[in-house]
């Protein structure tokens, strides 16, 4: 077994939509990226590549390269799963910790979930994601952007 920790942070923007968990969220800012900017999936990415002792998300997936311009998170996490079981390994589970002020994401917290187990073949019950805010301190707390950290259990398959 090994285990693997991600984190990523994106600056919030008018004219971007937002994306967290592979869910489209109403709200009139989104995150600023090469790609989706989904916190959520690229810190869950980067935690799997770690536990794999593989490189990190910028390096599979460069914001030079305009293959991934827009390219969805879960597009992004297919790929890592790929890579994992062509290792041989599987996904045992996932936590995940997100920090921002607003939106409020507990309503399509079920919808993320549901969205990465179905990308990784492994049950709802396997995934966790959760909400905190900075309580006003900071960038985050001051609403310029937002963060997620993840982290990630996998094994070698028998």
Same mark, same amino acid.
């Given at each position: 077994?090994?285990i693997?920790?991600? #984190? $990523?942070i994106?600056?919030?923007?008018? +004219?971007?939509?937002?994306f967290?968990?592979?869910?489209?969220i109403?709200?009139?800012?989104g995150l600023? +990226?090469?790609s989706d900017?989904?916190?959520i999936?690229?810190?869950l990415?980067?935690a799997l590549?770690?536990?794999?002792?593989?490189?990190d998300?910028?390096v599979?997936f460069?914001?030079?390269?305009p293959?991934f /311009?827009?390219?969805?998170?879960? /597009?992004?996490?297919?790929?890592?799963?790929?890579?994992?079981q062509g290792?041989?390994?599987?996904?045992v589970?996932? $936590?995940?910790?997100?920090?921002?002020?607003?939106p /409020?994401i507990?309503? #399509?917290?079920?919808?993320?979930?549901k969205r990465?187990?179905?990308?990784?073949?492994?049950?709802?019950?396997d995934?966790?994601?959760?909400?905190t805010t900075?309580?006003?301190?900071?960038?985050?707390?001051?609403?310029?952007?937002?963060?997620a950290?993840?982290?990630?259990?996998?094994? /070698?398959?028998d």
């Amino acid at each position: 077994m090994r285990i693997g920790l991600g #984190y $990523d942070i994106h600056r919030f923007a008018s +004219g971007r939509r937002l994306f967290l968990g592979g869910v489209e969220i109403p709200h009139p800012r989104g995150l600023i +990226g090469h790609s989706d900017a989904d916190i959520i999936l690229h810190a869950l990415c980067d935690a799997l590549l770690g536990a794999m002792g593989e490189a990190d998300i910028g390096v599979h997936f460069p914001s030079s390269d305009p293959a991934f /311009k827009d390219a969805p998170g879960l /597009k992004l996490l297919e790929q890592v799963k790929g890579l994992l079981q062509g290792a041989g390994f599987r996904v045992v589970n996932a $936590d995940v910790m997100v920090i921002l002020e607003e939106p /409020k994401i507990a309503p #399509y917290i079920p919808e993320m979930k549901k969205r990465i187990s179905a990308c990784l073949g492994i049950p709802v019950s396997d995934i966790a994601i959760k909400a905190t805010t900075q309580e006003g301190l900071g960038s985050i707390g001051a609403k310029e952007g937002a963060a997620a950290h993840a982290v990630a259990l996998i094994e /070698k398959k028998d």
